[in-house]
C-alpha cells in the first residue's frame, strides 16, 4: 500500500543501529527524529567486521558506497592455533565458492568511517532531524503517540512511534523489560587501530596479506585485520579473567592479559605490545526475549538482542534490523503494525546469532584435548567450506508485499 500519512518516528540512540534505523525510516516516507545523549555523534577508534548480511543492508540503505570507499575487502577469513602457530582453517572469499553464494562483499572497516557514512546520509536526508545532548529518562505513551522526557531538562519529544536502540545499558528496555543488568561473560577485550606500518617483522607479513587473522587460544584469542584503506591495523585481544568482581572494575586487567598471553607462539607475543591499552572493554550479553514491540516502542539493535562479538555479528544484525523496520514501515503507516511485522521478520534470526555467538566464543577458547579435536575438525574443510556460516552470512528473504 502507498503511505498516505506519514509517520513522526523517534530514534533514542545515535550508534551505528539507531543511524541505520532512523535512515532506512526517512527512506521508507516518515519523518524521524533522532535523540543521542553524547554531545556529539561519535564511535570508538576501533574495527568492525562486516560479513555479506551487512553489506547487503548497507546496499539496500544506499550507503554501501560510502562505506566500500574506505573499507578494505580482505581476501580469507584465517583461524590460526594461538599456542603453536599453525593455520587451522580458512576461508576464501575471493572464490567462486564465496561469490556463487553471496552477492555481497566481506568487508573490514573502522567504526568511525561506517558511522559517518551513516551520519551523513541521515544528515542530507530532508526528513531527519538529529539531536545530541538529549538523554531520554523516560517515556510515557497512550493511545496517540509517545512522550520522550530527558535528563538535561530539554521539553518532552512527541512522536507517533519510538525506536529505542539505545544500546546495551538500553534505558528503554529497563523500563519495558526489566530483565535487570546484562550478562557479564567474564570476557574483557583491549582494541584498537594503530598505522599499519609499525607492524613489523613477521606481524607486517600478516598486515600485508590483508587476511582477517584469527588467533585461537585457551581462554583468549587475538583477531587482526586492516581497516580503511589499510592504513590502519586493528587488533582485538580478548580473554577470560581469573579474577572477575561484579562490583569492581578491578579485573581483567592488563597484567592479565600480559599473564594469559604468556604461552602463545611469537608471533601473538610480538603482536601484543602493539595492542591498544586506552580503554578495556569487558564483554557483555543478554538472554534473548521474545516481545521487541512494547505498544508503539521497538527496540532495536543491542537494545533488542545484545550478543557476544564471537561472530562479529552485533552491528550486522542491528543493519538487518533496520532494513527490516525500513520496510515494515513502507508497507503500513500504522506503527503497531508495522512493528509487529518488523519483530516477527527479525526476532527468530537475531535470537539464533546471538546464542550462536556464545557457542562460538566457547569452540574459539577450547584448552587441551578439545581444541586438538577442534582443529582436527576445521582444518578437514577447505577455503570453499561455507555451509556452516552461510545461515548467518544470509539474511531472512522480506516477505512479499501484499497485493
Ligand atoms: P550502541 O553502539 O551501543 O549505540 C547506542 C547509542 O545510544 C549510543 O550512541 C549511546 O550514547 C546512546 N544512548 C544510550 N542511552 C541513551 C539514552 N538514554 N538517551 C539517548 N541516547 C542514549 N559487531 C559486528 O557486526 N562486527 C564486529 O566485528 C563486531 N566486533 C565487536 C567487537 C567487540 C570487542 C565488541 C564489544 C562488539 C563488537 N560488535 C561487532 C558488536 C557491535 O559493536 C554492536 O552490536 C553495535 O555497535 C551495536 O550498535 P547499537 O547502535 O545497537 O548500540
Known sequence: PVLTSPLHIAVVGGGIGGLAA????ARAGHRVTLVERAARFGEIGAGLQLAPNASLALDELGVLPAVRASAVAPPRLVMMDALTGDEVTSLDLRSSA????FAHPYLVTHRTDLHAALLT??????AVTLRTGHTVTEADQDGSGVHLHFAEGHAPLTADAVVAADGLHSRLRQELVGDGEPVCSRYVAFRGALPTGKMTGRMSQ???????????????HLVQYPVRRGELYNQVAVFESDHYTPDSDDWGTEAELEERFAGACEAVRDALPLVS??????LYDRAPISTWVHGRIALLGDAAHPMLQYLAQGACQALEDAVALGQALGQSADPAEAFAA???????RATLVQTNARRFGEICHLEGMGATLRNMLLSSRGPEAFDDISWVWTPTPAPAPAL
Open 22 to 25: 532512523a535512515l532506512a525510516t
Open 98 to 101: 564465496y561469490t556463487d553464494r
Open 121 to 126: 546520509a541521515c544528515q542530507e536526508h530532508p
Open 206 to 220: 600478516h598486515a600485508a596479506s590483508e587476511a582477517v587473522m584469527v588467533w585461537a587460544g585457551p581462554r583468549m
Open 277 to 282: 591499552r586506552d580503554r578495556r572493554w569487558p
Open 342 to 348: 518488523y519483530a516477527d521478520r527479525r526476532r527468530e
